[in-house]
């Protein structure tokens, strides 16, 4: 029995079924106000110097900001988001999709607090992102409802500015990628590391049996004439001639008429 396993039997009843919906008609409800009253995203962010001032709603606010402003990125953003929460409650159900998105949010929470960097929402959806691209790498999407495009090279895409922050960020952006996609690689990790550990033993048995296969393979003597070896016939005796060649006695040159 795994740790999920075992927090779900005493916890599942706690999870909430459907959590994603409630996630996007919050981001839709935010968008709208936004759109009225701009100032208002900046008393929901993320804000590490705002939460030790005793404002601790931030911890949870910021998963309601959308990401984009545009009223016509708005419906697709909030679309999919439904989209790919929904696909991971159906594959796992409904306490692993809430404790993957409630440890996403706390490694963000955490890395706003101890770096003071914190992608926000970004980096907790694209986890979710990648998680249903890793169960379904193959899966086909309609990119801008017209380009059929397979969900693994949406995701490699999607990896490129996490990994422009790893390879030239500060230290609090490596910490924010690390930490923000930590419920990604903590729930996938292993799985890579068995799979590479069990790809490895099985071209380790394949190297073995081909190396087991040439040994029976291989022959000592060979008649030049009939290629006849002592693994086909192990009483006959072979002689290599005056000319470098190997024979069996029975094609030897002496034996050959003239």
């Known amino acids: 029995m795994t740790i999920l396993d075992r927090l ?6 706690f999870a909430v079924p459907g959590l994603i919906r409630y996630v996007v008609g919050l981001n839709a409800l935010v968008f709208v106000l936004a759109a009225i009253q701009p100032e208002y995203l900046q008393a929901l962010a993320l804000d590490r110097q705002a939460i030790l001032r005793g404002e601790v709603w931030r911890a949870v606010s910021w998963i309601f900001i959308p990401e984009t402003k545009s009223v016509f990125w708005i419906f697709f953003y909030l679309i999919f988001t439904w989209w790919i929460g929904e696909t991971l409650e159906q594959n796992w159900g409904t306490f692993r999709m809430n404790a993957y998105y409630f440890l996403g949010m706390l490694l963000c929470i955490l890395s706003a607090l101890a770096f003071g960097a914190s992608g926000g929402n970004f980096f907790l959806n694209l986890s979710l992102f990648l998680a249903v691209a890793t169960l379904a790498p193959d899966f086909e999407i309609l990119l801008f409802l017209i380009l059929p495009v397979k969900m693994k ?7 490129v500015a996490p990994a422009g922050y790893l390879l030239f960020g500060s230290l609090a952006e490596r910490m924010m990628v690390l930490m923000c996609l930590g419920n990604y690689l903590l729930f996938f990790g292993p799985g890579f590391v068995r799979a590479r550990m069990d790809s490895s033993k099985t071209a380790a048995r394949r190297k073995k049996f081909a190396a087991i296969a040439k040994s029976h393979t291989e022959t000592l003597h060979r008649c030049e004439v009939c290629g006849l070896t002592e693994l086909v016939n192990p009483d006959m005796e072979f002689r290599v001639a005056s000319d470098g060649h190997e024979y069996c006695t029975e094609h030897l040159p002496s034996r050959r008429p003239k």
């Open 153 to 159: 090279w949406i995701a490699i895409i999607s990896l």
């Open 8 to 13: 779900e039997k005493h916890l599942g009843r």
